[in-house]
């Protein structure tokens, strides 16, 4: 009886210790965290608004943990090529990606075949801006408001062409979307990048496009184009007087383009969470604000699984505007 007790006893020690060693790892690597050089991927060329982003969180991070954070722009296949280094990269918490709309909500439904999951091969942290899109047309285009337009549009199906930053991109899917909402056919033309899709709506060669803020606010300011509605959830400080979408007769309607921080899966929880702390503390400091609405961006700061539902949300909406748009990269 006595063996059998000892036996017992001696079973759960080697479980309890096995338990204790497991967790080990993970109580360390939460406290120590972070103990050396943090990389931050951009999928994106240096100098969009996703990279000036990621640059004034990982100053301040590099400060706050007394560890170099660095920056290192991978961009291609529309935030494909970055995001895979990072999916593929040791879940320890230094090595980050900057995701955006697309690269982890629409190239999932956009692109043939892709390199990653972007729910199963990340670690949400946090969301960190949303920058509005707005609909802007040609001073030319006899409407005023957003109502007016898509008035317009019903009247003369298929004679207005829409720009687009090019194909696939939220700003395309999100004039789809609008077009689906609407009950409007216009036709698509796609370019590459923003400057030429704004030049020719500038010179007249089309009549609309959706663009970042950012970048139509000044065209607007100096009477080349007439902005008509925001596809953000609420009015921007950047244009207050710009009414949303949703205000324009269809609630709802939300095509924003977002940032926000990624790990690789299986990043421990604990190093997670500290990072999301640290970057809602990051967000909420005067300086980023300011530096982030300089660029028409709003900061968010969600917890982790905030940040994660998001995700999911946004890719069954895109999932939707793709089918119905029949985009597709191959």
């Not at 080697?14 to 993970?26: C, D, E, F, I, R």
């Not at 050396?36 to 590099?62: C, E, M, N, S, Y």
């Not at 609909?135 to 019903?154: D, G, I, N, Q, W």
Request: glycine share 8%; proline share 7%.
């Amino acid at each position: 009886m006595k063996s059998a007790f000892t036996a017992c006893c001696a079973r759960a020690i080697v479980v309890a210790t096995v338990a204790l060693a497991s967790a080990a790892p993970h109580a360390q690597t939460a406290d120590a965290y972070p103990s050396r050089q943090i990389r931050i991927v951009v999928p994106f060329p240096a100098g969009g608004a996703t990279d000036i982003a990621a640059r004034a969180i990982a100053d301040k991070l590099g400060a706050a943990w007394k560890q170099p954070v660095v920056i290192e722009n991978r961009g291609g296949a529309g935030g494909n090529v970055g995001s895979d280094v990072v999916a593929k990269s040791p879940a320890d918490g230094y090595t980050l990606v900057m995701g955006v709309t697309g690269s982890h909500a629409i190239n999932i439904s956009l692109y043939a075949k892709m390199p990653y999951d972007p729910v199963k091969d990340f670690e949400a942290i946090t969301q960190v801006a949303v920058v509005p899109n707005v609909v802007v047309v040609h001073p030319s285009v006899k409407a005023a408001t957003l109502r007016e337009f898509v008035a317009l549009a019903k009247a003369q199906p298929g004679r207005l062409d829409y720009a687009s930053l090019g194909s696939g991109t939220a700003a395309h899917l999100g004039m789809e979307m609008l077009k689906r909402e609407a009950g409007i056919f216009m036709v698509h033309i796609p370019y590459r990048g923003s400057a030429p899709a704004v030049a020719d709506l500038i010179g007249g060669q089309v009549q609309v496009m959706m663009d970042g803020l950012p970048s139509a606010l000044p065209h607007v300011r100096a009477g080349r184009l007439r902005a008509l509605a925001l596809t953000s959830q609420k009015r921007s400080a950047a244009a207050p007087e710009l009414p949303t979408i949703a205000e324009s007769g269809y609630p709802g309607f939300y095509a924003d383009a977002w940032s926000g921080l990624f790990a690789p899966k299986g990043t421990p929880r604990p190093v997670v969470d500290k990072l999301a702390a640290e970057v809602q503390r990051i967000l909420r400091l005067a300086d980023v604000r300011e530096r982030l609405a300089g660029l028409g961006a709003e900061p968010v700061g969600s917890t982790p699984a905030e940040f994660a539902a998001h995700v999911q949300r946004e890719i069954a909406k895109w999932a939707q505007v793709v089918r119905a748009s029949g985009a597709k990269v191959d």
